[in-house]
């Protein structure tokens, strides 16, 4: 990137991997940053820091990655640490830096190395949902002192979700085979069926930490089942080890395993097809062997592993049933972490929920890139000092009451019309009569987000709407509508002028026109 580029960063922590990704104010799509000696691929950072003492040099990444074999890396090597905090309760072995301490000092450090031609104008975070709350607290502690004025939090399935375009509401099952770990849940993700869309919460705003006195509500994606085990990727790179030599603890024959492990994942790989792996027998002896896609598939029956999958298949599916969601509940099964590759497993997995649509996003970044899209870096041009409301008749309680459109701290222009279904309110109604209010202007002042931004926004509790003294406008029909029939359909916008104007069409998609309501000031 030769040119300066403004924009927002999105972190995704991972217990193996950690993924930072970049969208540019103006740009559509996000790219994967790479930086020399951390980063294992654009993007891919390994989830690991060695440290041996504030005088000496710390390294992450690939650069620790290399220092996983040297003399006491018991001590000064450090992985599976998010984990730990999210699990404070887990004992971890005996190491320099605590669980915390190696997370902070991964974070700043990979902060610190930032390319210096992204200027980063927000932040965007990822967080466990069943940890969210203690995960979260320690985000906030450890951004107090970052050089960034916007700092916003999304919990992970929401974000994997929305990174592959699920239907908002919808309940879905994240299968995610890392690498230490097996995590099987079944989520429902917030929105849909009228209700808001997901958006990522607000932890710093303008400088300063807003996440204690800010009224915003966290809105995670809801648990409906979860299951998992310490069994992952790692576990399978040690079986292709000892499959060849039984009982090796060589690190040096664990990356060597795994990344033939990879290979063999590959779709276009024949099973037959043979690869030689050497494997170290003593410190500079190594000897051949050959591997196979059929001969991986034999380790992984050999040590039950489609048995331990089915064993927690069923338990999820189990609790989720109790919970009233049964399996022709769900919209997809998602496939998140490496693991989740392996043609052996994708193809059980297949079988065994058959008749649901499978996706299968990059495994490590999707939620990274949905993180990026609950944050769109769109242009601020101003805020709404005060609400905006249509007047609507209440059939059942026999009087009008205000139904809002737009919000006090909403951007305008508006990104996208508000749209909004009205019913006919008495016999053969042909005339519907647009009358607007608007709320104080005078209010305490909140920190909400719109379209995924954060903005300043006045307290939104029960207030006071005052008609607009601008002569209302009436929508003609054809043909007369029955009480409580859905007979009109608008779409709400503020332009560039800050004028508010309404689309209108009848029930049936007719075009009824476009209406200037008037200056929303």
């Not at 809105?219 to 079986?239: F, H, L, N, V, Y």
């Not at 870096?377 to 609400?387: F, M, P």
């Not at 249509?390 to 009087?399: G, P, S, T, Y």
Request: proline share 5%; aromatic share 8%; hydrophobic share 35%.
């Amino acid at each position: 990137m030769e040119n300066i580029s403004s924009g927002t960063i999105a972190l995704d922590l991972g217990n193996t991997n950690t993924v930072i990704a970049f969208q540019g104010e103006k740009d559509r799509d996000s790219v994967l940053i790479e930086i020399p000696g951390i980063t294992s691929s654009p993007g891919i950072i390994p989830t690991v820091i060695w440290f041996e003492g504030e005088e000496k040099i710390t390294k992450i990444g690939v650069s620790a990655l290399k220092n996983k074999n040297f003399s006491n890396s018991e001590i000064y090597y450090h992985s599976n640490f998010k984990r730990l905090i999210g699990n404070p309760l887990e004992k971890q072995k005996k190491k320099l830096l605590s669980p915390i301490e190696s997370g902070e000092k991964f974070f700043k450090m990979l902060w610190d190395n930032i390319p210096k031609e992204l200027n980063i104008k927000r932040l965007v975070l990822t967080a466990p949902i069943e940890t969210y709350k203690g995960y979260r607290n320690w985000l906030i502690n450890l951004c107090e002192d970052l050089p960034i004025n916007e700092i916003a939090l999304v919990d992970e399935p929401t974000a994997a979700g929305i990174g592959i375009n699920v239907p908002l509401g919808s309940k879905i099952m994240v299968i995610d085979i890392g690498g230490s770990t097996i995590d099987m849940s079944v989520i429902k993700t917030q929105g849909g069926e009228g209700k808001s869309t997901p958006i990522a919460e607000l932890l710093k705003f303008q400088g300063k930490n807003v996440s204690a006195i800010s009224k915003q509500k966290i809105r995670c994606a809801e648990i409906i089942s979860k299951t998992g085990s310490k069994i992952g990727g790692k576990d399978i790179d040690q079986w292709i080890v000892n499959y060849f030599l039984p009982s090796n603890q060589d690190e040096r024959n664990l990356s060597i395993a795994e990344k033939l492990k990879c290979k063999l994942s590959a779709p276009e790989i024949k099973p037959e097809s043979k690869y030689v792996i050497s494997l170290f027998t003593a410190a500079h002896d190594e000897k051949e062997f050959f591997m196979s896609k059929e001969i991986l598939e034999n380790i992984l029956l050999e040590n039950n592993l489609l048995s331990h999958l089915k064993s927690l298949l069923k338990d999820l599916l189990n609790e989720a049933r109790g919970k009233f969601c049964k399996k022709d509940d769900l919209y997809s099964v998602i496939f998140v972490g490496g693991g989740t590759q392996i043609p052996l497993i994708k193809e059980w997995i297949s079988n065994e929920l058959s008749g649901i649509q499978i996706q299968t996003p990059p495994p490590i970044e999707s939620i990274a890139v949905g993180a990026l899209a609950m944050t769109p870096g769109v242009k601020i041009k101003d805020i709404l000092t005060k609400s905006i409301s249509i007047r609507l008749f209440n059939k059942r309680e026999q009087k009008h009451f205000w139904h809002p459109i737009f919000f006090k701290g909403q951007t305008w222009p508006t990104e996208k019309p508000f749209e909004l279904i009205i019913q006919a309110s008495k016999e053969n109604q042909k005339i519907f009569e647009i009358i607007i209010g608007e709320s104080a202007t005078k209010r305490d002042f909140d920190v909400i987000f719109e379209n995924g931004l954060p903005k300043l926004s006045e307290f939104q509790g029960e207030e006071e709407v005052f008609r607009w003294n601008k002569k209302p406008l009436n929508i003609c029909l054809e043909n007369g509508c029955k009480p409580g029939e859905d007979s009109l359909k608008i779409y709400f916008s503020i332009k560039d002028d800050s004028s508010l104007y309404i689309r209108c069409l009848d029930i049936n998609k007719k075009e009824l026109g476009e209406f200037n309501l008037g200056n929303i000031f």
